[in-house]
C-alpha cells in the first residue's frame, strides 16, 4: 500500500505554469502513475499517464505539448509539469498510483489549480 500526498497547486494567471509534485510513501517502482482531475460540476477526468518504467507516457488532447509527466522512482516522486495554462484547466488534481500485476489502486487527496483569465 502507498498513500499519496500532492503538492504545487495554487493560484496562476492565464499562460502561466504550475509544477505538480505526487510523494509517495513507499516504493513506487512497481506502479504505473497518472495524474488526473476534476473541475467543479464535472466528473473526473484523465490528464496524463506514465508507466512504471517511466519509457512511456500518455496525454489527454487537450493538454499534449503543454502537459509533461515524468516520475523519479528513487525518489518515490511523480511530477506533472503545467506551462501555458489555460482557464479550463482549473481543477482538482489527483495523483494516481496502480500497481501493474495486481490493479491495486490508490488516489491522494488532490491539488486545486486556479487559472484566472
Known amino acids: 500500500q502507498v498513500q499519496l500526498v500532492e503538492s504545487g497547486g495554487g493560484l496562476v494567471e492565464n499562460g502561466g505554469s504550475l509544477r505538480l509534485s505526487c510523494a509517495a510513501s513507499?516504493?513506487?517502482?512497481?506502479?504505473?502513475m497518472d495524474w488526473s482531475r476534476q473541475a467543479p460540476g464535472k466528473e473526473r477526468e484523465f490528464v496524463a499517464a506514465?508507466?512504471?518504467?517511466?519509457?512511456?507516457?500518455d496525454y489527454i488532447e487537450s493538454v499534449k505539448g503543454r502537459f509533461t509527466i515524468s516520475r523519479d522512482n528513487h525518489g518515490n516522486m511523480v511530477y506533472l509539469q503545467m506551462n501555458t495554462l489555460k482557464p479550463e484547466d482549473t481543477a482538482v488534481y489527483y495523483c494516481?498510483?496502480?500497481?501493474?500485476?495486481?490493479?491495486?489502486?490508490?488516489w491522494g487527496q488532490g491539488t486545486q489549480v486556479t487559472v484566472s483569465s
Open positions: 494516481h498510483a496502480v500497481e501493474r500485476e495486481t490493479g491495486s489502486d490508490y
Open positions: 513507499g516504493d513506487i517502482s512497481n506502479y504505473n
Open positions: 506514465i508507466r512504471w518504467s517511466g519509457r512511456t507516457a
